[in-house]
């Protein structure tokens, strides 16, 4: 029985990435996009789309971003090599139970999703037979669904690969080849750090976001022109706040407690620059606003210098 | 002596904008982009350029930003019919006190600068015989400087201003004409009222911004990988953070009161949000992020559906 395990998986992780089928499930911007570079580079032999919505799986299939498209999952995955849960955090959680008895011999499960501690605990259940990997593509803008996706949305960007101690690195290998055809780079880290790390980059700011949009829709019951006045500051602070409301409620469910310290670490900084303000202590202000100037100009310079992809 | 002033106030104000000379103190991002414009476009007569740094002036006039220039405020001035005071808001504060009494009968005297109570009183001691507007192009850029200037900064622009009540209307319609000339859109508005507004849309959002990249370079101690992870989201939220901290420290130190009143707003928005966090309260959440979502995309459909300049 072991032996015929090994086999499978083994068979399966010597696949070329030109041979898989690959699933994908959820065809919102990420999984609609995936699918998009997926079919249009010809990167592998089929590519399916699974999605609530009938509607959308015909969308898929008319505008060519899918070879195949059902509305359901357990159909949607029967003999894939890859499945990709493109769904928010929670609902992944749960379509890995749903799918767990349905998965090829030495398919490879991937999700894409913004936390990774929760989906590792729930992708370590699946059977020994499968290679699952905990996955989250960097990259993403504030509008969300189907119509907006994009060709090239991977192009450039890191995908943070985390493998499990079941996975086979010829699995992560495979997995890669698929992340570097889309023109991104992979980046293997650990669960718990990566939740760490992209708490403070990205969930901190949608949630300061939020807030400053909640701010200035205060001020402007008062005075109503503050609207008109708005222009590019305020456009670039508030945009990841229009970001998908139930994607980021997942995202927030699933990696409170360092979203929860990294706030208090931004409102300790707050209310120490208020203090400064009402202190008028320019020279200390000025120190704290001057390094926090150099960061970012520094992280900038590096951001802009990463290599650009030739998708 | 009452009625020579009248005439004289009479004749600047009856004059048409190609027959003025303007002169622009300091050529920064706001004053050099002027100047720019203003040749370029041949706008006016004349245009000066006074800068503290004769590098600065020299460049100004071998690109043609500028027909003539000096290191000399009170040589620059003289005879000007529009003065555009382009320094940080206590620089302009200075300035206004230096040139008042070489100012020609009818000058029009505007500062640009980001707030607009403190420069409004410093305005109102200026001699009866010259029109003094307090004014704010509603645009810029994280760089400063003059090489960040560029041509069109100020194209569909909002152009706030902010006349003394000594100011003759007919000052107020020029100063317009010359606005609009560069493809900005004039708005009339009280001082006290644009300080508390663009304390929340500009002065709040650049503190946060600041705290936020200080909160991750706190994260990045000890996780150095963070950098790497940031992206899109952090790009946008961190630009204002690396605006120039001179120019914001007169911002933060002119308009303290509106400041600090919308940091509290802003932070109980916050301290909200973690305790939502905390309990776990979904519900909630999910309520204020939508409205704030919501919101933005209302402001977002506004501010996309402005009217393009044509410049």
């Not at 718990?192 to 001020?219: E, G, N, W, Y």
């Not at 208090?264 to 620059?273: K, Y």
């Amino acid at each position: 029985m072991n032996e015929i395990s090994s086999m499978a998986r083994q068979a399966s992780s010597d696949l070329s990435l030109a041979d898989c089928r690959v699933a994908v499930v959820g065809l919102g911007l990420i999984g609609a996009s995936l699918c998009l570079d997926l079919t249009q580079l010809g990167i592998c032999r089929e590519v399916r789309g699974i999605s609530r919505s009938a509607q959308t799986v015909a969308m898929g299939i008319r505008n060519g971003v899918i070879h195949q498209g059902t509305t359901r999952l357990l159909s949607g995955i029967v003999g894939a090599d890859i499945v990709v849960l493109a769904t928010p955090v929670r609902a992944a959680i749960r379509q890995i139970r749903q799918i767990r008895d349905g998965l090829k011999d030495g398919a490879i499960v991937v999700d894409v999703g913004s936390t990774s501690s929760m989906i590792t605990e729930a992708l370590a259940t699946l059977p020994a037979h499968v290679h699952p990997i905990s996955t989250h593509p960097m990259t993403g803008k504030e509008t969300s669904g189907f119509d907006s996706a994009e060709a090239g949305l991977f192009a450039n960007a890191l995908w943070v690969l985390t493998p499990l101690p079941q996975t086979c690195p010829k699995a992560v290998v495979l997995f890669s080849q698929l992340v570097g055809a889309v023109g991104a780079h992979p980046l293997t880290l650990e669960a718990a750090k990566h939740d760490r790390m992209v708490s403070a980059i990205s969930h901190l700011p949608f949630l300061v976001s939020s807030a400053l949009v909640h701010t200035v829709a205060q001020v402007s019951k008062r005075e109503p022109e503050v609207w008109e006045l708005a222009a590019g500051g305020f456009r670039d602070m508030s945009r990841v706040a229009a970001s998908e409301v139930s994607m980021f409620l997942d995202i927030l469910m699933t990696n409170r407690r360092n979203i929860g310290q990294h706030l208090d670490l931004f409102m300790q900084e707050i209310v120490h620059l208020r203090q400064l303000l009402d202190e008028v202590n320019e020279e200390e202000l000025k120190k704290r606003l001057t390094a926090n100037r150099q960061t970012r100009m520094n992280w900038y310079a590096a951001y802009e210098a990463r290599p650009r992809s030739s998708l």
